[in-house]
């Protein structure tokens, strides 16, 4: 069983279960409070890893580890100029999830259109098979 | 008509609701008869060249469904719970071999009579962790791109 929890959060761990592939590894990145928490404040602009770390109850180290992630998922990149290097929100990931659940949301759309078209069709059948009882067809 | 697809943050589901112009006898046999099954399963331009189903749990729903372009997705289902004409739900099995296609997942269809009118309410769950996350992931992206135009435009460019 794969954990997300934040405490547990090790070198060890990261290095097992960071999966290669692009969306995995933006999915991977997005499953976890902190970390979506971090996207968030990043949402409203660049930040330092010290103005990410306020709101939490940890270490910088341990949010570091969590930038980290987000660095290796191209969620978040970081200045070059300045001791701060302030972190900075890079949206593109995002693409592939969007697609993913748009597919989704499309299929069922087409699906339930072809449902609700299909149940018009067989009710019309239907009632035109009720004013000629002699039809043969039974749909 | 719309289909408005809700996803809440905290919760890896995505729920769909519609409402349908037939009697809730009449969608649960629209939706659980194969010979119905197949003559809409998919939507304009696909056809269904396998449909077989056992309506009852642990029975199997066997599914050919061809695309516009000529192409076969194969998909196997069982049914989870069978309590007509209110509830249906279903599975994928045997997911693990397949590589794209539409996401895996326990999907539930709740069915609400109306008199002339049904109500219907899809909630698909997610087990498999990359497709779990991609459903909270989503719950997530909504309030982040609310929060942020440069992402909202981004988004809207896809």
């Known amino acids: 069983m794969r954990e997300y929890s934040t405490d547990r959060l090790s070198t060890y761990w990261l290095n097992t279960f960071v999966p290669a592939d692009r969306l995995s590894s933006t999915l991977f990145a997005l499953a976890d409070p902190t970390r979506r928490g971090i996207l968030a404040r990043l949402a409203t602009g660049d930040a330092s890893v010290t103005e990410l770390a306020k709101p939490y109850d940890m270490s910088l180290a341990a949010v570091s580890k969590h930038l980290k992630v987000l660095e290796s998922a191209g969620l978040v990149s970081r200045g070059k100029e300045a001791q701060w290097r302030p972190c900075h929100l890079e949206a593109k990931p995002l693409e592939a999830v969007f697609a993913w659940v748009e597919d989704y949301r499309r299929f069922w759309e087409q699906n339930l259109d072809s449902l609700a078209k299909y149940l018009r069709s067989i009710q019309g059948k239907r009632r035109r098979e009720a004013r000629s009882p002699k039809s043969e067809r039974n749909l | ?158």
């Open chain 2, 1 to 158: 008509m719309n289909t408005t697809p809700v996803i809440p943050a905290d919760e890896a589901v995505i729920v769909m609701t519609r409402i349908y112009e037939a009697p809730r006898d009449l969608v649960w046999e629209a939706m659980t008869e194969a010979r119905h099954v197949a003559q809409w399963w998919g939507g304009p331009g696909f056809s269904n060249p396998v449909c077989e189903m056992d309506v009852r749990p642990g029975g199997l729903w066997r599914h050919v469904m061809r695309f516009p372009d000529g192409h076969e997705l194969k998909m196997n289902f069982v049914f989870v719970e069978v309590d007509p004409p209110r509830r249906l739900a279903w599975r994928e099995v045997g997911h693990a071999e397949r590589k794209g296609g539409l996401p895996s997942c326990l999907i539930t269809v709740s069915l609400e009579d109306m008199g002339e009118r049904t109500g219907w309410k899809m909630v698909a769950r997610f087990d498999s962790i990359p497709e779990r996350d991609a459903a909270l992931a989503m719950g997530f992206i909504g309030p982040i791109a609310a929060s942020n135009d440069r992402l909202v435009d981004y988004l809207r460019s896809l």
